[in-house]
């Protein structure tokens, strides 16, 4: 076969690929056999030079020729597969403007940290800071520096969670083996005290822990905000006057207090208060057992033996403290009647506060 009939053969052979090619990496295949290094017309075009003088300016236009053609041939192939794949991929990714709009659901802050932050706002308006404290407490903090006696029962083991090493290893050798899981905030009164000099003005919110079954006015792990003032001239009517605010502020100016003697090992003298049923107005009811009375809180004036515990002087300074419930202030004002609904997640229920 001569070379012309070689470019011949080659030249339809190449167009018929170039057409038959489906996709870019097709069409860059036959690019490549035919005009890449080894190529088949790149091989005729090495020939020409054994061709003799007459034949090979004929036969190296007609190659040029074929070249410029499958070239262009490939180009235009080339821009209408970038096309068809243009095209494809807009019909893939294409969005339906029509469809309706995903919902999302909307969240919410729980009821417990939304009355907190309610809470934290009335102090820091009234000057307090506030502090916190380890929810895996030392016995010192949470009992023996509060005046708690070594036989007090709210530190038997039927009662108080203990952290206890179970894997005979002492964990990582540092665990304290008085380790338990705070069960009021109170413990935060003598890390304030221990760190800071009077005059202390701090509000500690926070998780704590008791060996209670859940029930509707019970929960193993319930939330307190601890308050705690310490400064020349602290009398009771400053506790009392401070939370009959506080409590105004919470509940509503309509609503009542009423201070009942109490006892705590930490404060002397103590009371617990009780603020007017907000759902018979005080006159008695079921929700507030007939008396008119709800009790939202324990405080008092701090003992002086907790200040002999951090250090500070009995005969210039006096202070209060108090610690209230949240998840009880929650149930109070929304008229909740089981606290579990409060830690069930149940968004039906959340959703409302
Ligand atoms: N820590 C007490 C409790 O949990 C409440 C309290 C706090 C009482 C501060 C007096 C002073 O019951």
Same mark, same amino acid.
């Given at each position: 076969? *001569?070379?012309?009939? =070689? &470019? $011949?053969?080659?030249?339809?052979? /190449? #167009?018929?690929?170039?057409?038959?090619?489906?996709?870019? @990496?097709?069409?860059?295949?036959?690019?490549?056999?035919?005009?890449?290094?080894?190529?088949?017309?790149?091989?005729?075009?090495?020939?020409?030079?054994?061709?003799?003088?007459?034949?090979?300016?004929?036969?190296?236009?007609?190659?040029?020729?074929?070249?410029?053609?499958?070239?262009?041939?490939?180009?235009?192939?080339?821009?209408?597969?970038?096309?068809?794949?243009?095209?494809?991929?807009?019909?893939?990714?294409?969005?339906?403007?029509?469809?309706?709009?995903?919902?999302?659901?909307?969240?919410?802050?729980?009821?417990?940290?939304?009355?907190?932050?309610?809470?934290?706002?009335?102090?820091?308006?009234?000057?307090?800071?506030?502090?916190? *404290?380890?929810?895996? =407490? &030392? $016995?010192?903090?949470?009992?023996? /520096? #509060?005046?708690?006696?070594?036989?007090?029962?709210?530190? @038997?083991?039927?009662?108080?969670?203990?952290?206890?090493?179970?894997?005979?290893?002492?964990?990582?050798?540092?665990?304290?083996?008085?380790?338990?899981?705070?069960?009021?905030?109170?413990?935060?009164?003598?890390?304030?005290?221990?760190?800071?000099?009077?005059?202390?003005?701090?509000?500690?919110?926070?998780?704590?822990?008791?060996?209670?079954?859940?029930?509707?006015?019970?929960?193993?792990?319930?939330?307190?905000?601890?308050?705690?003032?310490?400064?020349?001239?602290?009398?009771?009517?400053?506790?009392?006057?401070?939370?009959?605010?506080?409590?105004?502020?919470?509940?509503?100016?309509?609503?009542?207090?009423?201070?009942?003697?109490?006892?705590?090992?930490?404060? =002397?003298?103590?009371?617990?208060?009780?603020?007017s049923c907000?759902i018979c107005?005080g006159?008695?009811?079921?929700?507030c057992?007939?008396?008119g009375?709800l009790?939202?809180?324990?405080?008092?004036?701090?003992?002086?033996?907790?200040?002999?515990?951090?250090?500070?002087?009995?005969?210039?300074?006096?202070?209060?403290?108090?610690?209230?419930?949240?998840?009880?202030?929650?149930?109070?004002?929304?008229?909740?009647?089981?606290?579990?609904?409060?830690?069930?997640?149940?968004?039906?229920?959340?959703?409302?506060?």
């Amino acid at each position: 076969m *001569g070379v012309t009939e =070689e &470019l $011949d053969r080659l030249y339809g052979e /190449a #167009l018929g690929a170039i057409e038959a090619a489906g996709d870019l @990496a097709g069409l860059d295949a036959v690019r490549v056999s035919v005009l890449g290094k080894k190529g088949s017309l790149t091989q005729v075009l090495k020939g020409l030079g054994a061709l003799s003088a007459e034949e090979r300016p004929i036969a190296g236009k007609v190659a040029n020729e074929v070249r410029a053609t499958i070239e262009q041939a490939l180009e235009s192939r080339k821009s209408l597969l970038e096309q068809d794949a243009l095209a494809a991929q807009f019909t893939a990714q294409a969005v339906d403007v029509t469809l309706p709009g995903r919902g999302r659901p909307v969240g919410s802050r729980h009821l417990i940290s939304a009355i907190t932050a309610e809470v934290i706002e009335i102090f820091l308006g009234l000057g307090y800071q506030v502090a916190e *404290g380890p929810q895996v =407490e &030392l $016995d010192y903090y949470n009992f023996t /520096a #509060l005046n708690h006696t070594p036989q007090h029962p709210a530190r @038997a083991a039927t009662d108080t969670f203990y952290v206890r090493d179970m894997t005979g290893k002492g964990f990582d050798g540092s665990v304290p083996s008085d380790a338990l899981l705070r069960t009021h905030t109170s413990p935060v009164q003598v890390r304030a005290m221990e760190k800071q000099d009077p005059p202390i003005y701090i509000l500690a919110p926070g998780r704590v822990y008791r060996r209670d079954i859940a029930d509707p006015s019970h929960l193993p792990q319930f939330t307190q905000i601890e308050g705690l003032v310490v400064d020349e001239g602290i009398t009771f009517a400053d506790l009392k006057g401070t939370l009959d605010h506080v409590v105004k502020a919470i509940f509503g100016s309509e609503r009542k207090t009423r201070f009942r003697p109490h006892f705590f090992p930490f404060t =002397e003298p103590s009371a617990e208060v009780d603020v007017s049923c907000g759902i018979c107005d005080g006159k008695g009811c079921r929700f507030c057992k007939q008396t008119g009375w709800l009790e939202i809180l324990g405080c008092g004036m701090v003992d002086p033996n907790v200040f002999g515990y951090v250090d500070i002087d009995p005969e210039r300074y006096t202070g209060f403290a108090f610690g209230l419930g949240i998840e009880r202030i929650a149930a109070l004002k929304y008229n909740i009647p089981d606290l579990r609904m409060l830690v069930e997640g149940d968004m039906r229920f959340l959703r409302q506060f």
